[in-house]
């Protein structure tokens, strides 16, 4: 079975732009979750959708939004770049099916504010 | 403030040496993972821990799960270069949300 999937790995943009990231989940997996990870900060939960539902939501400004597709491939959209969201941005899949809750990461997208 | 305390934060060891990871809360879990993660790279799951009590073994590792299902421990034997990385605890509640302790980052010195 093919892993979680991220595009792109790296990305530079400068403060005032806005980013999508994109995320394919693997095969059968139907939650995929978001997350920001910063040497400061660690990891922070964004949020997670369900079925094209966001059914969780971190502690972020409304500048990071989200969406899932009806294939379950999930994007994350930052608009208004600002230098502090420089950071690895991971996605997470998971089957709500299993009796054990356990995510799967991706290799991260790294994005770089200028 | 972290839901999952992890300490230490930073552990330097040479190789060979043992070497225990704690992780920590006030809250009870369902379920409890860690993972490793190496620079630039997603975190791998290393293992998954549900019954309150139960300790796990993959080769080298040692995961135990605390009897009231609010922390766990990490241990490794004769620790190799290859285990350098930042090794995250996660619990998940009885809604399956996850919360990530901030990590151990274990630095195998040869």
């Known amino acids: 079975k093919a892993g979680v999937t991220q595009t792109p790995r790296y990305l530079i943009k400068t403060r005032g732009q806005q980013v999508t990231l994109s995320c394919s989940p693997i095969?059968?997996?139907?939650?995929v979750s978001w997350y920001q990870q910063t040497p400061g900060q660690g990891l922070q939960f964004l949020f997670e959708?369900?079925?094209?539902?966001?059914?969780n939501k971190g502690n972020f400004p409304g500048r990071f939004s989200g969406r899932q597709f009806s294939n379950s491939r999930s994007e994350m959209n930052v608009s208004t770049l600002e230098l502090g969201d420089s950071a690895l941005y991971l996605c997470?899949?998971?089957?709500?099916?299993?009796?054990?809750?356990?995510?799967?990461f991706g290799p991260g997208t790294r994005l770089t504010v200028l | 403030t972290q839901l999952l305390e992890q300490s230490p934060q930073f552990l330097s060891i040479q190789e060979g040496e043992n070497l225990t990871v704690y992780c920590n809360s006030s809250?009870?879990?369902?379920?409890l993972q860690w993972y490793r993660q190496e620079p630039g790279e997603g975190p791998v799951l290393l293992v998954t821990v549900v019954t309150g009590g139960e300790v796990k073994k993959l080769k080298r590792l040692t995961f135990q799960f605390g009897d009231a299902r609010k922390d766990s421990s990490l241990h490794i034997t004769a620790a190799q270069p290859g285990d350098t990385g930042l090794y995250l605890c996660a619990g998940a509640n009885n809604n399956n949300d996850m919360r990530f302790g901030a990590g151990t980052r274990l630095t195998v010195k040869p």
């Open positions: 959708y369900f079925s094209e539902t966001q059914r």
């Open positions: 809250s009870v879990f369902s379920s």
């Open positions: 997470a899949s998971s089957s709500k099916r299993d009796p054990i809750f356990e995510q799967f």
């Open positions: 095969s059968g997996h139907r939650s």
